[in-house]
């Protein structure tokens, strides 16, 4: 169905209003007209043989020498990506999940996930007390972690697409583990969080130095970790759910009241998804499918947009184009939140993508005003009772040889469940609050689920996580690009995607632009400070109601040139860095 083409009854308002693409827009803003006070960065040089982008500069250190030895982007990928488990491990690690999407030089994706995934001894109601949710049981403690993911699907990687020896993509991380890094920003992170990790005794060990609340100056030590990192460099991922490591977790997480075995770490397989394609201005947008909602979802506000002549709107008044992403928003993460789960245990309807469902969507968007959105669509081929009634890090490589790599991986809130088991240093997740724990109740991201998203034995939990390809109308990729944060990864994509495809900005400036944000529940935008005044008066004029925040998510990005050059970006929200040669 061409998009540009509305038959339904339901977007004659937007053909009224001027709104189809590609039509004149003949409205007037219901807000005075603003331009966006641009911030302008610079942005890292074009290159012609690799390009990676993380959020440390240990990490993309890490990348950049694999590359330098001869691997590939996949080599380059994992290696930092154990590296951020040694000095960004409040945000992601080896004892939490990741899904990584690969293309390779023939123009083949794979999506290989790494998401954690419940016991067997998990059941629907284990969050409930005398039948009242209990959320603090799913966030801290021991109960809260999933069987992490992330070491076996690192090791799949390298095993089918690495050139590098295994042992070689570990040593970067064993040496620092070892050797200690300079705190930095971990510091504020350990004294933000410093009372719920004082409640265990061994995180307390590994994190504060000397029995003291460390600063940017203290140098983190983690013989234990690095340890750990050797053994699995020596015996493979077998080390961690076949050996020593899986028996100290399992036992650890039992004494203090956990459920998890070694049976549960014996048990766990890393799956092999199918990528999601959708299409949006001419380009194909490659996805995570479930149990990611992100590739979904930023599909779906993609096709919504399509209505829309966003590059005109942004010349007109940029506080439209705000405004129709904050519509765009409620109406994909309210389907959101009744639909999806794990597609191994959920029926995730495929007319959540039906252009003419995204169209009735999109209908009732007026640029004049907020639209209150009830709830979720009903998409075709579903009946209504179908289901009843930053802290996260992403990074990125490419080459020359046509390999492209974006990771998200995870441990959920920051330090997950608080706990690092003994002797081995790795911080566990506390991904079971990623279930929808009883109906209508929140996790520590403000998300609700519906029955989809009810815990189950070996189910894995539903995630906001969103690595994205793109690619040029002849295949050849045009942009990579994820985030970490939340819910808030979903609409930082979509926002980083508009920016780069609509508005043609570069990489580097379309990270560190303004962002904005909405979950559908609490019915409130979120926007950053960053963004101008006039901006954010405009869209309270249009009826939003607005809370402020420092920042929202954190984003990394590699884009590529007509010519094909390469440019790498890290957000300037966290201090990342990136590489291009």
């Known amino acids: 169905m061409d998009r540009r083409v509305f038959l339904h009854e339901s977007a004659r308002n937007l053909a009224a209003a001027g709104l189809i693409f590609g039509t004149p827009a003949t409205f007037a803003s219901a807000t005075n007209s603003t331009t966006l006070a641009r ?5 890292t040089a074009g290159g012609t043989k690799f390009a990676v982008a993380t959020v440390h500069e240990l990490a993309t250190n890490a990348a950049r020498d694999m590359f330098r030895v001869g691997g ?114 971990l510091a504020n992170v350990i004294r933000a969080n410093a009372k719920d990790l004082g409640r ?48 100290a977790i399992a036992e650890y997480l039992g004494a203090e009241g956990g459920i998890l075995t070694v049976n549960d770490f014996a048990n766990y397989q890393v799956k092999q998804r199918e990528p999601l394609v959708s299409h949006y201005r001419g380009r194909q947008v490659i996805g995570f499918p479930p149990p990611s909602s992100g590739g979904i979802h930023v599909a779906q506000m993609l096709g919504m947009l399509e209505c829309f002549d966003l590059r005109a709107l942004w010349r007109r008044d940029p506080i439209l184009v705000y405004h129709l992403w904050l519509e765009v928003m409620q109406r994909a993460m309210a389907d959101r939140a009744h639909w999806l789960g794990d597609a191994d245990h959920a029926r995730v309807p495929l007319g959540l993508l039906d252009p003419a469902y995204l169209l009735q969507r999109a209908g009732d968007i007026q640029l004049g005003r907020t639209s209150k959105v009830a709830g979720h669509g009903l998409p075709p081929g579903v009946e209504s009772q179908f289901f009843g009634d930053k802290h996260t890090t992403h990074l990125t490589a490419a080459d020359q040889e046509g390999w492209v790599v974006a990771i998200t991986q995870t441990v959920n809130t920051s330090f997950g469940c608080k706990m690092i088991a003994p002797g081995t240093g790795i911080v566990l997740n506390n991904e079971m609050d990623d279930f929808s724990i009883a109906p209508g109740v929140a996790n520590a991201f403000g998300l609700v689920g519906t029955e989809a998203n009810a815990i189950a034995p070996g189910k894995r939990p539903l995630s906001s996580m969103s690595p994205t390809i793109v690619l040029d109308g002849a295949g050849r990729p045009v942009l990579t690009c994820g985030a970490a944060g939340g819910p808030r990864i979903i609409t930082c994509t979509l926002q980083t995607i508009c920016r780069v495809l609509d508005f043609d900005q570069s990489i580097q400036e379309a990270l560190d632009s303004p962002r904005v944000h909405h979950q559908w529940r609490p019915s409130e935008a979120v926007v950053e400070e960053r963004m101008d005044p006039a901006s ?34 890290a957000d300037s929200r966290a201090g990342g860095v990136a590489f291009v040669e």
């Open 39 to 43: 911030q302008q960065c610079e942005t």
């Open 72 to 185: 590939n982007a996949v080599d380059a990928a994992v290696a930092a990506s154990f590296m951020l488990s040694v000095v960004d491990g409040h945000n992601s690690g080896i004892g939490g999940g990741c899904f990584a999407l690969i293309r390779d030089p023939s123009g083949r994706f794979y999506a290989i996930d790494g998401r954690e995934e419940a016991g067997a001894a998990a059941t629907k109601d284990m969050f409930l007390k005398n039948g009242q949710p209990q959320p603090e049981w799913s966030q801290t403690g021991p109960l809260a972690p999933g069987v992490p993911g992330q070491v076996a699907a690192l090791e799949n990687m390298a095993t089918r697409f690495g050139r590098l020896s295994w042992r070689s993509l570990l040593e970067p991380a064993i040496q620092t583990a070892q050797n200690g890094f300079v705190m930095g920003r």
């Open 200 to 247: 265990f005794a061994s995180s307390k060990r590994v994190l504060f130095p000397g029995d003291e609340l460390p600063t940017a100056t203290t140098r983190l030590h983690q013989p234990d970790l690095a340890q750990t990192l050797q053994l699995i460099a020596n015996e493979g991922a077998a080390a961690f759910y076949h050996g020593p490591i899986a028996q």
């Open 536 to 569: 954010i008066a405009g869209l309270q004029t249009l009826g939003h109601e607005v809370r402020r925040i420092e920042a929202s998510a954190t984003a990394q990005g590699i884009s590529w040139s007509a010519d094909g050059r390469l440019e790498a970006a």
